[in-house]
């Protein structure tokens, strides 16, 4: 090794260890491995909603989940692992645990306390929370949960980039049945306009055109405007969305898998999408994925559709 390469070395690491220390994001220069590292992220969070018994005499801690992030974020609980109650000086194994964002990215700020899971063609409504059998929820009595999230941008071909396994504890003595959703903490910048014309792959312009209330959901109609000189498809799945309820109502596919129309060169397409919603639900938005940089990477955008 060369005498050069000896002193470039600590000099690079050194380089990174400050800016490190100065919170915030890290790129990592081209040609080095790593992820992008966001030092603000405090994970996700969670707050007991409603404790009770179920009908089989568990008990039963529903939950809300907020992103903390300071990013776009998927997370799930680890799987085939119990949720640990201490209650009264002892543990119980929790084995019945429903806690995650159903596959989706959650906008940063937003909470939620239930998503689209079953199956595509008989989607159901999964409320989040935790049960233990034989248990009391004692005062001063927690929970404690390993989960895994991930956050930025989606990639079909990196799956597992910015992945982090975590845990959350959730005070019981805390429940708070009155929280307003899905906004938890408002971002600056985040919220989007559903007239907001956004750039995506090859440059190409996608715009929401149109959000029309049917029998069983919504139904978006999306117009993509290409100004190159060659065809191009854009990917932007089954859009979900979250509202008023707390509920991220879509049942979850990659949305590289939705079938869109291939846009020609200086023209453009039309179509549209559905989502299943009930009625009632109001203050609704948009977690939008968009194919963008390069195929099958995903940006991530929250549409504001608060008056449909």
């Known amino acids: 090794m060369s005498i050069l390469r000896l002193l470039i070395i600590p000099a690079v690491a050194g380089i990174l260890l400050l800016l490190l220390n100065a919170g915030g994001y890290i790129v990592v220069p081209e040609g080095v491995a790593g992820p992008q590292v966001n030092t603000a992220s405090e994970g996700w969070s969670a707050v007991a909603t409603n404790i009770s018994e179920s009908d089989s005499g568990a008990l039963r801690i529903e939950l809300a989940i907020r992103n903390n992030t300071a990013d776009w974020s998927a997370m799930k609980t680890a799987p085939d692992k119990p949720a640990v109650l201490t209650s009264g000086g002892k543990t119980t194994n929790c084995e019945t645990v429903f806690i995650g964002t159903g596959g989706h990215r959650l906008a940063p700020g937003f ?6 899971a079953g199956k595509k063609s008989a989607p159901v409504t999964q409320l989040i929370y935790v049960e233990c ?8 009595a927690t929970l404690s949960v390993d989960y895994t999230y991930y956050t930025g941008q989606y990639n079909y071909y990196e799956k597992e980039a910015n992945k982090v396994d975590a845990n959350l504890v959730v005070n019981l003595d805390q429940v708070t049945a009155d929280l307003k959703y899905p906004l938890g ?7 989007q306009p559903a007239t907001t ?18 029998d069983t959901g919504l139904e978006f109609t999306w ?15 089954n859009p979900p969305v979250i509202g008023s309820d707390g509920i991220l109502y879509g049942f979850y596919q990659s949305p590289d898998i939705a079938s869109v129309p291939m846009t020609p060169a200086g023209k453009t397409a039309e179509w549209t999408t559905e989502v299943a919603v009930p009625q ?11 194919e963008s940089g390069k195929q099958r990477q995903f940006a991530n955008y929250a549409v504001d559709i608060t008056d449909k």
């Open 133 to 140: 059998e034989g248990a009391k929820a004692e005062a001063g």
């Open 197 to 214: 014309e956004i750039t995506a792959l090859n440059d190409v312009v996608l715009t929401l055109t149109g959000t029309t209330r049917t």
């Open 111 to 116: 909470q939620m306390r239930g998503f689209t």
């Open 223 to 237: 117009q993509t405007n290409n100004p190159g000189e060659y065809p191009s498809s854009i990917h932007i799945g």
């Open 280 to 290: 009632e639900v109001t203050g609704l938005y948009i977690m939008l994925s968009v």
């Open 185 to 191: 903490q408002e971002v600056a910048g985040l919220i």
